[in-house]
């Protein structure tokens, strides 16, 4: 690793030592949200299965600690009873099969996995709405629901499952439905002024957009500051996957929205267009999310521009660093603290969220030189 930026090696040396600890409880384990300073572990279907994993696999490459490899591999082993069960499946295979098996064959080159990433990006790709040109969210909550024409802006950060599935195969298809969602997202979802739609409503047989709705931000208008961190680091990646300038811009569209709308410590709150009454919590989170988006951004820009995104994205790992790190608690699990989940209905708010995490030491990885992305 390149140790020109001493707070962040010192960063990653208290993940290391931290997770070390914690991993002997978490174990192979799907943590989500810290809850008086301990992980809840969600089921193996749960979205955010993937992020635990993928942190682990993010300091294995590293340390070579055999037993987070360990760890990492059987998470990955018991999501084989979640790609058969086709209720449980949805958008967000992409998390769930990019940070574990594409991961571990990236690192490994291990067959096993890249079967199954190749039968998850299979499944990813069948959710594709060839009238409307995106990929359907969620499957039904409840008997009698119909959101078949639900796509959500959370869904280009699974995007890069498809492109690694054409890359690794051969078969366009993949790439094309990529392309083609990412598309429908430049014209639907992202506002002219940077900020993002969270979820938009298409008549499934038709594709005709019907509405907005406002999803995990507080309103259709608003700008739920997680919803651009995914379009910022989602668009990077599309143009980093594909070299097509519209998504560079839109990923800066996105990009300057955000930075223009951070508080003093540049970690966002969870809205940024909230009316008066409304508790502001942060979302540390969406900052460490944006983060690895600006980094990548700065990979992908000219040299004149380079500098803008890389320290705005070192500010704000640095501002989680030292302002809402846990690193020496014995109390809590999570690294990073002020994490908001989903306002709206009142779920986990202001703590540790475990995809925070992961992408908090991603952006560390990256600042520290390792520059191959699992997505």
Not at 80 to 106: N, P
Request: aromatic share 12%; glycine share 10%.
């Amino acid at each position: 690793m390149n140790r020109q930026s001493g707070w962040a090696q010192e960063a990653w040396q208290k993940t290391v030592t931290k997770v070390a600890r914690t991993s002997k409880r978490i174990g192979d384990g799907f943590p989500h949200a810290s809850v008086q300073g301990e992980y809840k572990l969600e089921p193996a279907y749960w979205w955010t299965a993937g992020f635990w994993p993928g942190l682990l696999w993010l300091l294995y490459r590293e340390t070579k600690d055999e037993q987070l490899k360990l760890l990492a591999e059987s998470c990955e082993q018991q999501l084989d009873q979640v790609i058969a069960d086709y209720y449980r499946l949805d958008h967000d295979i992409g998390f769930m099969w990019t940070l574990t098996s594409v991961a571990r064959y990236k690192l490994l080159g291990a067959e096993d996995s890249k079967r199954r990433g190749l039968l998850a990006a299979n499944l990813l790709a069948a959710r594709f709405n060839v009238q409307g040109n995106f990929i359907r969210a969620w499957n039904p909550w409840h008997e009698g629901e119909d959101n078949a024409g639900w796509a959500i802006i959370d869904c280009m950060m699974n995007l890069p499952l498809l492109h690694w599935a054409s890359g690794t195969t051969g078969d366009p298809r993949y790439k094309q439905i990529a392309v083609r969602h990412a598309d429908m997202v430049l014209e639907h979802f992202i506002r002219p002024d940077g900020s993002v739609n969270h979820i938009v409503i298409f008549d499934p047989h038709t594709g005709e957009q019907l509405e907005v709705n406002g999803g995990q931000g507080f309103a259709p208008e608003s700008a739920w500051s997680r919803g651009t961190a995914w379009a910022i680091y989602g668009m990077a990646l599309s143009h980093h996957h594909t070299g097509d300038e519209r998504y560079l811009q839109a990923a800066k569209r996105a990009a300057h929205f955000f930075l223009a709308n951070l508080p003093e410590d540049s970690v966002p709150h969870w809205d940024f267009r909230l009316p008066e009454g409304i508790t502001a919590y942060r979302d540390s989170s969406a900052g460490a999310c944006a983060a690895c988006g600006l980094l990548l951004l700065a990979d992908q820009v000219s040299e004149q521009e380079s500098a803008l995104y890389r320290q705005a994205g070192e500010r704000i790992l640095h501002s989680l660093y030292v302002n809402y790190g846990a690193w020496d608690s014995e109390t809590e699990e999570g690294l990073i603290l002020h994490g908001t989940s989903h306002y709206p209905e009142g779920k986990n708010i202001d703590v540790p969220l475990i995809y925070g995490d992961y992408y908090f030491v991603e952006g560390l990885s990256r600042l520290l030189g390792h520059g191959e992305l699992f997505w």
